[in-house]
């Protein structure tokens, strides 16, 4: 079965500093890795993913993720946060080949940029 | 080309009434699936369709049902509404429910409050 931590409900950074959102999963076979992006009042928007291939995915917005395996990890990472950037983060994971059905969301992380 | 559509976005129903969302997936998209969102319960699976089938269903009560048409546009319909439906209900669709890194997309939402 696959799961999904994300830590840290709620994490706070300047503008400009650097954005670290981590999510680590566990699967016992090869993992498909997603991240989502919901601002208010909006449903979830896809930021980037990982299938197979090179293991550093770059999304949108500016927003980066590297699968390593051998930490079952898929943080994701930004250099610069720009106030725009506020908003709840969710990491996904499905098995490959799986329907939709099977997906599985991490509790979100809120990201809070100061001025 | 245009996004997953969720029709009402926002809705105030009454306890013991009864509600139908809709969702119009992406051009070519033929997988349609329902999450509902709450803070406390986070993203939950509802059910998936496929070519008009049900093919997977959550936890969730018999008074939350759906159904996929021949276009793939979706209904999902709760009866008996309670309190505790009130949530953010999130359609998404892909292109096929066997994923080979399918990516699933969003739709808008429907906030639905029951008082």
């Known amino acids: 079965a696959q799961s999904v931590t994300q830590l840290g409900s709620h994490v706070s950074v300047s503008e400009g500093a650097l954005v670290l959102l981590r999510c680590n999963y566990s699967?016992?076979?090869?993992?498909?890795l997603f991240w989502y992006v919901q601002y208010p009042n909006q449903g979830l928007q896809l930021l980037l993913k990982?299938?197979?291939?090179?293991?550093l995915v770059k999304g949108i917005n500016g927003f980066e993720a590297e699968f390593k395996k051998s930490e079952t990890s898929f943080h994701l990472t930004k250099p610069s946060a720009h106030m725009s950037d506020a908003a709840e983060y969710f990491c996904?994971?499905?098995?490959?080949?799986?329907?939709?059905?099977?997906?599985?969301f991490g509790s979100g992380t809120r990201l809070s940029i100061r001025p | 080309k245009a996004g997953v559509t969720q029709t009402p976005r926002y809705l105030i129903k009454t306890r013991g009434q009864q509600v139908t969302l809709s969702c119009s997936p992406i051009s070519g998209h033929r997988s349609v699936s329902w999450y509902q969102q709450t803070p406390g319960q986070g993203l939950q699976f509802l059910f998936e369709y496929f070519s008009e089938t049900q093919r997977n269903k959550g936890n969730f009560p018999g008074r939350f049902s759906g159904r996929q048409f021949s276009n793939s546009r979706s209904e999902m319909n709760v009866s008996t509404l309670e309190l505790g439906d009130s949530a953010l209900y999130l359609c998404a669709s892909s292109p096929g429910p066997e994923g080979t890194g399918n990516t699933i997309y969003f739709g808008e939402g429907s906030w639905l409050t029951v008082v």
């Open positions: 990982y299938t197979t291939g090179a293991t």
């Open positions: 996904a994971v499905i098995r490959a080949g799986s329907s939709a059905s099977k997906i599985i």
């Open positions: 699967s016992s076979v090869p993992p498909y």
